[in-house]
């Protein structure tokens, strides 16, 4: 077992330490007796109309991302290996931002109350065939050798309220790291929840 704390001080920012107390939490800083779900390389707490749905890759069959429904907006997370002494959300930002206006969607970064976050206006073709356009929030935190990335949906993209308890949502999720040596950028393994529950 490894010790939590950095071990030089030039790598701590104000962020990191904030996050360890308002979340998303590594796995070492949970608390054990929380009723969590465990998806792996996530848990997350249950609460009153939460609807819980794992994205499945088709070729693969494999669990690339968790989507939540709750308070009429959806939060899409993604848990990712990071390497010790970076973060990753800079970058994958930079990603981001290129992708969405490659696609022609708009896109605008904003400190948020998760950290910076992207703001973006992302075109979709409707049911009718007809185009539109769906705004989205990019958020994404830094933990301990983790990334957690979350998108932002419904009500919450826009609406305060709806989004003070999506952002409560993805501050309370866990981050379950593991020991295993595994590369930065890769997702950290999903699964089916262990225990049977409702659907």
């Known amino acids: 077992m490894t010790d939590a704390t950095p071990a030089d001080d030039d790598t701590v920012v104000d962020a990191s330490a904030d996050r360890a107390v308002t979340g998303p939490f590594d796995e070492s800083e949970a608390n054990p007796v ?50 010790r002494s970076s973060g990753l959300w800079e970058e994958t930002r930079d990603q981001i931002r290129g992708q969405i206006r490659q696609q022609g969607g708009r896109v605008e970064e904003r400190e948020g109350p998760l950290g910076p976050e992207l703001l973006a206006e992302v075109p979709v073709s409707g049911a009718d065939g007809a185009a539109g356009k769906r705004l989205a929030r990019f958020v994404g935190v830094d933990g301990p050798r983790w990334f957690l990335r979350g998108v932002i949906g419904g009500a919450a993209a826009g609406d305060v309220d709806a989004a003070a308890k999506v952002e409560d949502l993805f501050r309370s999720i866990v981050v379950v790291r593991g020991t295993t040596p595994m590369p930065p950028r890769d997702l950290i393994p999903l699964r089916m929840p262990a225990t049977p529950g409702a659907a």
């Open 34 to 83: 929380r009723p969590y779900i465990d998806l792996g390389g996530i848990k997350i707490l249950p609460r009153e109309g939460l609807n819980l749905r794992l994205e499945v890759e088709e070729q693969t069959k494999r669990i690339v991302a968790v989507g939540l429904d709750y308070a009429d907006s959806t939060l899409q997370v993604q848990p990712f290996a990071a390497p």
